[in-house]
């Protein structure tokens, strides 16, 4: 798990303490080397009840194994050999700390639990042997709940007191196993074109999840509720919405003013063109006062 979701974070923090141990001479053989030394001297204490001392040089053997690769890629030695090398000296590290637990729990009269570690050594070693043989085949079985340094770490909780030391063997046996059959698993798929297949799936999954959302988004949170464009009644986003406002109350502000500057000036018009029409209309030949007539009674 630590090595496919952090193993950059740690390359980045780890490559100047590489550098500086080749500056001063350190070879990457030299830490795997005593990465196995500081090991068989784990085993040894963890045998004799030391349990506390035990994670003192456990922490050791794990920084030798954490440092042997920064300081290879620094003295531009990283090459097939010091690999094997390092992935040999892994596996008798392994067995040496399961066999000084089991001699452990041996000298304490534990019975049958002294199996334990064997067991756990059983499935690292298969854990381990998921990993080569799908590299030798151009696969890829990284990854799982229970890599090395997981093991490593969760070994050094169970060194930290002896009530610690069953459980944490029962918890790495478990988990170890599930990280068996989730390489098995990815390995078999991958053999078969079933995880290429999966794995496109889930990309278009991925991608129409993310066009939804967007279209929803876009739908919805973008375009306000009732909100039209007033030309062409098509829906309008947020900004556009927000400017039609603005300059529809622009206008409609503009447009009363000018109605109200424009009354005073309508009546004043207005008074004077009636003036004007009805002088036109009583200067007009057709509009000339008639003289009065007599009446019958007054013409005879």
Request: charged share 20%; proline share 3%.
């Amino acid at each position: 798990m630590f090595d496919g979701r952090w193993r950059d974070a740690v390359d980045r923090s780890t490559g100047p303490v590489g550098a500086a141990l080749h500056r001063r001479g350190i070879t990457a053989d030299v830490l795997t080397a005593t990465g196995l030394i500081s090991a068989t001297a784990t085993a040894a204490l963890v045998a004799s009840g030391h349990l506390h001392l035990a994670v003192i040089l456990l922490i050791v053997t794990g920084l030798h194994d954490l440092l042997d690769g920064p300081v290879a890629k620094a003295a531009g030695t990283a090459s097939v050999r010091g690999a094997f090398f390092d992935s040999v000296t892994d596996r008798v590290a392994d067995a040496l700390l399961m066999g000084g637990v089991s001699w452990y729990l041996i000298d304490r009269h534990e019975g049958h639990l002294a199996l334990l570690p064997f067991a756990v050594l059983g499935v690292t070693a298969l854990v381990s042997y998921e990993r080569a043989k799908a590299e030798s085949l151009g696969l890829s079985a990284k990854g799982g709940l229970m890599e090395r340094a997981e093991r490593m770490i969760l070994l050094g909780i169970g060194f930290l007191d002896s009530a610690f030391v069953v459980p944490v063997l029962w918890t790495m046996l478990v988990l170890i196993s599930i990280t068996a059959v989730a390489r098995f698993v990815k390995v078999w798929n991958e053999a078969s074109g079933k995880d290429v297949a999966v794995r496109r799936r889930v990309v278009a999954w991925r991608e129409g999840k993310v066009e939804s959302r967007w279209r929803t988004w876009r739908e919805g949170a973008a375009v306000p509720g009732g909100v039209v464009n007033q030309r062409t009644g098509v829906p309008v986003g947020r900004w556009r919405a927000r400017r039609q406002d603005a300059l529809s109350s622009r206008s409609g502000r503009t447009l009363r003013a000018r109605r109200r500057a424009a009354r005073p000036h309508a009546h004043a018009n207005g008074g004077s063109s009636g003036t004007r029409l009805r002088s036109r209309a009583n200067d007009a030949p057709g509009g000339a006062p008639s003289r009065s007539r007599p009446s019958r009674g007054q013409r005879s």
